[in-house]
């Protein structure tokens, strides 16, 4: 399992930014996709975006396409995602989680072996 932390999270204004990071150790991080989930309270965990090991693919739900994006510094094992144009409903603990396997990247939170410890977003009308 790889180890991933967090960080960038805060308080906002809606229609502001913010960028994630998540920096990650103790595994080949170009062997790894990387996701971007959130959870907020009372609801189930959901898939934002994710993007493949060398960087060339990636997937986002349909929610923050055009608003989020991610990406990755494989130099310094780590893995982004920019946020513009929030909304008060984009408030949640958001995650990154680490997967090797076939497809390259999974929708379900059980498809992702590694997880952070969460850092919290939170949009203010």
């Known amino acids: 399992q790889a180890q991933l932390a967090e960080s960038g999270g805060g308080l906002v204004q809606a229609g502001g930014s913010l960028r994630l990071s998540c920096a990650a150790s103790g595994r080949t991080f170009t062997s790894c996709a990387m996701g971007w989930f959130r959870q907020a309270p009372g609801k189930e965990r959901e898939i934002l975006a994710a993007?493949?090991?060398?960087?060339?693919?990636?997937y986002y739900t349909d929610s923050v396409k055009g608003r989020f994006t991610i990406s990755r510094d494989n130099a310094r094992n780590t893995v982004y995602l920019q946020m513009n144009s929030l909304k008060p409903e984009d408030t949640a603990v958001y995650y990154c989680?680490?997967?090797?396997?076939?497809?390259?990247?999974?929708?379900?939170?059980?498809?992702?072996?590694?997880w952070g410890q969460g850092t919290q977003v939170t949009v203010s009308s």
């Open positions: 989680a680490a997967r090797i396997g076939i497809p390259w990247y999974a929708k379900s939170p059980a498809g992702y072996d590694s």
């Open positions: 993007i493949s090991g060398i960087g060339g693919s990636t």
